[in-house]
Nanobody
Framework: QVQLVESGGGLVQAGGSLKLSCVVS????????MRWYRQPPGQQRELVAG???????NYADSVKGRFTISRNNAKNTVYLQMNSLKPEDTAVYYC?????????????WGQGTQVTVSS
Protein backbone atom coordinates (compact mmCIF):
# COMPACT_ATOMS: atom_id res chain seq x y z
CA GLN A 1 0.00 0.00 0.00
CA VAL A 2 1.38 3.37 -1.05
CA GLN A 3 1.33 6.04 1.62
CA LEU A 4 2.56 9.62 1.73
CA VAL A 5 2.19 11.11 5.19
CA GLU A 6 2.83 14.81 5.74
CA SER A 7 3.52 16.37 9.12
CA GLY A 8 4.90 19.55 10.60
CA GLY A 9 2.12 21.97 9.80
CA GLY A 10 0.66 24.33 12.34
CA LEU A 11 0.02 27.92 13.34
CA VAL A 12 2.93 30.36 13.20
CA GLN A 13 3.31 34.12 13.29
CA ALA A 14 4.46 36.03 10.24
CA GLY A 15 8.24 35.91 9.98
CA GLY A 16 8.40 32.53 11.64
CA SER A 17 9.50 29.15 10.34
CA LEU A 18 8.10 25.66 9.94
CA LYS A 19 9.57 22.46 8.55
CA LEU A 20 7.25 20.04 6.80
CA SER A 21 8.05 16.36 6.36
CA CYS A 22 6.55 13.77 4.06
CA VAL A 23 7.32 10.12 4.73
CA VAL A 24 6.73 7.79 1.81
CA SER A 25 6.15 4.05 1.90
CA UNK A 26 5.10 1.37 -0.56
CA UNK A 27 7.11 2.71 -3.51
CA UNK A 28 10.78 3.09 -4.43
CA UNK A 29 11.21 6.59 -3.01
CA UNK A 30 14.57 7.23 -4.70
CA UNK A 31 13.01 6.69 -8.14
CA UNK A 32 10.42 9.41 -7.65
CA UNK A 33 10.53 13.13 -8.29
CA MET A 34 9.07 14.71 -5.18
CA ARG A 35 7.04 17.91 -5.12
CA TRP A 36 5.28 20.11 -2.60
CA TYR A 37 2.02 21.76 -3.58
CA ARG A 38 -0.25 24.04 -1.62
CA GLN A 39 -3.89 25.02 -1.81
CA PRO A 40 -4.85 28.33 -0.20
CA PRO A 41 -8.44 28.74 0.97
CA GLY A 42 -10.78 29.13 -1.99
CA GLN A 43 -7.97 28.82 -4.53
CA GLN A 44 -6.51 26.17 -6.80
CA ARG A 45 -3.65 23.92 -5.84
CA GLU A 46 -0.28 25.35 -6.90
CA LEU A 47 3.24 24.00 -7.17
CA VAL A 48 5.59 25.24 -4.46
CA ALA A 49 8.80 23.28 -5.00
CA GLY A 50 10.16 20.12 -6.57
CA UNK A 51 13.28 17.99 -6.24
CA UNK A 52 14.52 15.48 -8.76
CA UNK A 53 15.87 12.02 -8.07
CA UNK A 54 19.33 13.54 -8.39
CA UNK A 55 18.62 16.26 -5.87
CA UNK A 56 18.10 19.26 -8.16
CA UNK A 57 15.53 21.66 -6.75
CA ASN A 58 13.23 24.24 -8.26
CA TYR A 59 10.83 26.70 -6.67
CA ALA A 60 7.85 28.88 -7.39
CA ASP A 61 8.85 32.53 -7.63
CA SER A 62 6.70 33.34 -4.60
CA VAL A 63 8.83 31.18 -2.29
CA LYS A 64 12.33 31.51 -3.76
CA GLY A 65 14.86 32.46 -1.12
CA ARG A 66 12.47 31.56 1.71
CA PHE A 67 11.68 27.86 1.24
CA THR A 68 14.09 24.95 0.81
CA ILE A 69 13.14 21.49 -0.40
CA SER A 70 15.36 18.53 0.41
CA ARG A 71 15.17 14.76 0.45
CA ASN A 72 16.68 11.92 2.43
CA ASN A 73 16.46 8.74 0.39
CA ALA A 74 17.63 6.62 3.33
CA LYS A 75 14.61 7.81 5.30
CA ASN A 76 12.15 7.90 2.37
CA THR A 77 11.39 11.46 3.36
CA VAL A 78 11.10 14.80 1.62
CA TYR A 79 11.22 18.05 3.58
CA LEU A 80 10.13 21.63 3.06
CA GLN A 81 11.89 24.17 5.26
CA MET A 82 9.80 27.34 5.27
CA ASN A 83 11.35 30.55 6.60
CA SER A 84 10.15 34.15 6.70
CA LEU A 85 6.57 32.95 6.47
CA LYS A 86 3.90 35.36 5.29
CA PRO A 87 0.12 35.30 5.79
CA GLU A 88 -0.23 34.52 2.08
CA ASP A 89 1.62 31.24 2.68
CA THR A 90 -1.46 30.01 4.56
CA ALA A 91 -2.66 26.85 2.82
CA VAL A 92 -2.98 23.12 3.00
CA TYR A 93 0.38 21.72 1.90
CA TYR A 94 0.54 18.44 0.01
CA CYS A 95 3.46 16.31 -1.05
CA UNK A 96 3.38 14.38 -4.31
CA UNK A 97 5.51 11.55 -5.67
CA UNK A 98 5.93 11.33 -9.45
CA UNK A 99 7.31 8.30 -11.25
CA UNK A 100 7.72 8.31 -15.02
CA UNK A 101 6.98 5.20 -17.03
CA UNK A 102 7.99 6.35 -20.51
CA UNK A 103 5.50 9.07 -21.45
CA UNK A 104 3.21 8.25 -18.54
CA UNK A 105 3.72 9.82 -15.11
CA UNK A 106 2.12 8.18 -12.12
CA UNK A 107 1.42 10.60 -9.28
CA UNK A 108 0.60 9.81 -5.70
CA TRP A 109 -0.61 12.39 -3.18
CA GLY A 110 -0.42 12.77 0.54
CA GLN A 111 -3.40 13.84 2.62
CA GLY A 112 -2.08 17.33 3.32
CA THR A 113 -1.07 19.34 6.35
CA GLN A 114 -2.46 22.75 7.31
CA VAL A 115 -0.14 25.74 7.59
CA THR A 116 -1.60 28.92 9.00
CA VAL A 117 0.44 32.12 9.20
CA SER A 118 -0.99 34.89 11.34
CA SER A 119 -0.20 38.55 10.76
Amino acid sequence: QVQLVESGGGLVQAGGSLKLSCVVSGIMFSDNVMRWYRQPPGQQRELVAGITTGGSANYADSVKGRFTISRNNAKNTVYLQMNSLKPEDTAVYYCAADHAYGDFVQRRWGQGTQVTVSS
